[in-house]
């Protein structure tokens, strides 16, 4: 069984930074992608960024330049660093992990339990 479980949500004053990590368990095989996605009170849920097994990234154009994902392989993890937040940028943050859980069998999405972010203006 995966289980991924976010940490580093909190609430923070406009202008300021906040620092998320993932760490992913259980039956793990191979992860090919990690990402992190938001969900805003009344909006759909939506791509912050991600980042493949090969160091590859993408960013929704709302954090370019001041967003940065990370990622530890060996320790299945992610990062997510946020400077320069924005009352916009309120919303609960949800890891992703696209992984398979034995060699050689099925791709699937797993999703963590979500953690909030609040930015004060």
């Known amino acids: 069984q995966v289980q991924l479980v976010e940490s580093g949500g909190g609430l923070v004053q406009a202008g300021g930074s906040l620092r998320l990590s993932c760490a992913a368990s259980?039956?793990?095989?191979?992860?090919?992608?990690m990402g992190w996605y938001r969900q805003a009170p009344g909006k759909q849920r939506e791509l912050v960024a991600l980042i493949r097994s090969d160091g590859n990234t993408n960013y929704a154009d709302s954090v370019k330049g001041r967003f940065t994902i990370s990622r530890d392989n060996a320790k299945n993890t992610v990062h997510l660093q946020m400077n320069s937040l924005k009352p916009e940028d309120t919303a609960v943050y949800y890891c992703?992990?696209?992984?398979?859980?034995?060699?050689?069998?099925?791709?699937?999405?797993?999703w963590g339990q979500g953690t909030q972010v609040t930015v004060s203006s």
């Open positions: 259980g039956s793990i095989s191979s992860i090919h992608t």
């Open positions: 992703n992990a696209f992984l398979r859980a034995v060699v050689a069998g099925p791709w699937s999405y797993y």
